[in-house]
């Protein structure tokens, strides 16, 4: 059956597409209203903006990275839905942290000696929620769902992580700090509420000890995952996927203050463009595959989104020419010559992104063992976070070396092509697993 809606009206999956939705949306309501407010209020320096909106992902990004191992032991030996509990009630605490810092800034109460710390901090330990939280989304859907329906399921959670992303990001970018403080700690209860209606999933295979000792878990997870050529392939297209993402993320507030001289509320509208894109394109691949789980159209989707990004890239260069004077309001953009035309290259980079990446999270979880399903989510975070961290230190490099915020997205339609590579190999390796069992 590959008409999918009825998913949304059962409880194996209605109540994590929900508690998904606010964990995105509470991340990017906090993330973006904190970078916006430190971009635009606190600092005055391109280089010093580019550098705090590239330290904040990566700060987000790093617990991925050194916990993601035991996170995905954790889900795979015990019961997941109790960890998503756990999990979202951690959540309400951190958020009183982040929004006790939100009001200090704009107060104006030590702020960079405390609040800007202190919102750090908070957005650290949300990197450390969404760690535990990551592998279960997936791994879970194959537990309560049937087998042709993963890949639908996986779509509208990759759907639904965007539009929550919208919907967080176009409040970041209208509400003002104060009231983001309140919201961000009522969506993180809402959130725990939802998640206490969660079906369980306990573990499924033999319940092995954990393994505290960080680094070697994750080498060790990284090695029992890798054997398996698919996962492989769909691993590393992954993460410089995302790679990608997080270095166009860290660029566009810097670049829409300071480059297109355009306000905050344009600076959130690009993260809108962007989220709705990749939404579409993750419910267009979907209905392309018909339910089945293929990389067919990950090369091509990869290639053009590389050719979107140096369009983008090049109406920038264009703009620069006739460059504002003053901080344009959201009308003045949208009545600038060429404003169709940037927030076009951006719509085409996230709708074709979406077509790369939703397949490879469904090969995730359909090509691993049911009891390392989380496990093997985990692998990709770890590898995918590491390549996150180190595009964002790239980013704080080329910053400091006084590369500007538009030459750097050439960068990112570099990668384009190793990930269209990547792809490629999956998808011969995909050919060659026809009629083998999932290992």
Same mark, same amino acid.
């Given at each position: ?8 009206k ?9 508690? @998904? ?19 635009? +209020? ?5 280089q ?18 050194l ?24 959540? /309400? ?13 704009w ?11 202190l ?19 997936y ?13 639908a ?27 983001a ?12 509420? =939802?998640?206490l ?6 573990a @499924?295979?033999?319940?092995?000890p ?13 090695r029992e ?22 270095v166009l ?6 670049l ?13 509208l ?18 392309l595959?018909?339910?089945? =789980? ?7 989707? =990869? ?20 460059q ?17 035309? /940037?927030l076009? +290259?951006?719509? &085409?980079?996230? =709708?074709s ?11 995730l ?12 989510i ?6 995918? +976070? ?10 704080? &490099?080329?910053s400091?070396a006084?590369?500007?915020?538009t ?12 990930? +269209? ?19």
């Amino acid at each position: 059956m590959t008409t999918t809606t009825h998913l949304l009206k059962t409880r194996r999956f209605a109540p994590l597409f929900v508690t @998904q939705l606010f964990n995105a949306f509470n991340d990017n309501l906090y993330k973006n209203a904190m970078v916006l407010f430190v971009v635009y +209020s606190v600092y005055n320096s391109e280089q010093a903006e580019a550098s705090f909106s590239a330290l904040a992902s990566g700060l987000f990004i790093l617990p991925f990275f050194l916990l993601s191992a035991l996170a995905g032991q954790l889900a795979d030996m015990r019961d997941k839905a109790r960890i998503i509990r756990i999990v979202k009630f951690c959540e /309400i605490l951190i958020m009183i942290v982040g929004a006790a810092g939100l009001v200090m800034a704009w107060k104006g109460i030590a702020v960079d000696q405390f609040a800007i710390p202190l919102l750090l901090a908070a957005l650290f330990a949300m990197g450390v929620h969404s760690t535990f939280f990551g592998p279960i989304k997936y791994a879970i859907l194959p537990q309560h769902l049937h087998k042709d329906e993963v890949l639908a399921g996986t779509g509208w959670v990759e759907a639904g992580t965007y539009i929550a992303i919208l919907a967080g990001t176009i409040l970041a970018g209208w509400i003002p700090v104060e009231a983001a403080a309140v919201g961000i700690i009522i969506t993180a209860v809402l959130g725990w509420l =939802v998640s206490l209606q969660i079906p369980p999933a306990p573990a @499924q295979g033999m319940v092995e000890p954990l393994d505290w000792h960080i680094l070697r878990a994750s080498r060790n997870l990284i090695r029992e995952t890798m054997h398996n050529r698919e996962v492989y392939y769909a691993i590393l297209a992954i993460s410089f996927f995302w790679t990608i993402g997080a270095v166009l993320f860290i660029q566009f507030p810097p670049l829409a203050k300071n480059v297109l001289m355009a306000s905050k509320e344009v600076a959130s509208l690009f993260l809108v463009v962007f989220s709705v894109g990749v939404a579409i394109g993750s419910v267009s691949v979907n209905a392309l595959l018909k339910g089945t =789980v293929s990389a067919r159209y990950a090369p091509m989707s =990869v290639i053009v989104m590389g050719v979107f990004v140096v369009a983008f890239y090049v109406v920038c260069r264009i703009w620069q020419t006739d460059q504002p004077t003053q901080l344009l309001s959201m009308a003045e953009f949208i009545a600038w010559p060429m404003a169709s035309l /940037i927030l076009l +290259s951006l719509l &085409g980079i996230a =709708v074709s992104g979406g077509m790369f990446v939703v397949p490879l999270y469904a090969f995730l979880t359909t090509r691993a063992a049911p009891d390392k399903a989380s496990r093997t989510i985990a692998a990709n975070n770890i590898v995918n +976070s590491g390549a996150m961290v180190g595009g964002s230190l790239l980013a704080i &490099g080329l910053s400091a070396a006084g590369v500007g915020i538009t030459e750097q997205l050439l960068m990112s339609a570099a990668m384009c092509l190793i990930s +269209s590579w990547l792809a490629k190999r999956l998808l011969l390796a995909e050919r060659d697993a026809v009629q083998q069992p999932a290992v």
